[in-house]
């Protein structure tokens, strides 16, 4: 036997194992429900990751829903594609909080927004949601945890819920099914770069 055919069936035994893994974890899969997803940590691409499961759902035909904290007031290109889909969105548009400087205001347009949300999380007929910068609103006292645990755990059995933003609070990270940290190495901003339209927003 030839070293080339020798690697191949090393290469082959090796990859028989890796299916038989696989194979053995997609069987022992049985549970069907909607996911709870969070994807937080300090690294750019957490909302786009959350849009970017809401694309997907779109693309098999499912109703998504959005909720947008904290931003709200640059064009943003996933509204601009998504709204056209069908995909509701709702936005606190006051911007960054180190913008507005005034608490009372964000709470409210916090509140608001969250009434918003209450009511899709009761609606079956909703696939997929994304509650993009959430944490924030845990996190900043706007919106109380609690009232966030009940509305996520009584929602409908199928329905999927997407949040991001950083620093999780610990409760939502332990109840959640997924949860991805996006971590930072560089960043173009630190380094004097503008953000860029159609990749940074």
């Known amino acids: 036997m030839s070293s080339q055919d020798n690697n191949q069936q090393r290469h082959k035994a090796r990859q028989q ?3 038989e893994k696989v194979d053995a974890k997609i069987a022992a899969a049985k549970e069907e429900k909607g996911l709870l997803l969070i994807i937080t940590g300090n690294g750019k691409g957490k909302s786009t990751s959350g849009f970017g499961t809401v694309a997907r759902a779109v693309g098999h035909g499912l109703k998504c829903s959005v909720a947008q904290f904290i931003k709200g007031t640059w064009d943003n290109g996933e509204r601009n594609l998504l709204e056209k ?31 918003e949300c209450k009511r899709m999380l009761q609606d079956d007929s909703i696939d997929v949601i994304l509650f993009d910068e959430l944490t924030y609103m845990v996190s ?6 609690d009232e966030v645990v009940e509305a996520l755990n009584n929602r409908p059995h199928m329905q999927s819920v997407v949040i991001t933003g950083r620093a ?10 997924t949860v991805s940290e996006v971590k930072n190495i ?12 159609g990749v940074d927003w």
């Open 85 to 115: 889909l069908g995909v509701e969105f709702q936005v606190m548009a006051t911007g960054f909080t180190w913008e507005t400087q005034n608490k009372q205001a964000d709470t409210d347009a916090a509140q608001q927004v969250w009434q």
């Open 140 to 145: 900043y006292g706007y919106i109380e945890l």
């Open 17 to 19: 194992k890796v299916k």
């Open 168 to 177: 999780a609070h610990r409760t939502l990270i332990e109840m959640a099914d």
């Open 186 to 197: 560089k960043h173009a901003f630190e380094s004097g770069v503008k953000a860029l339209k």
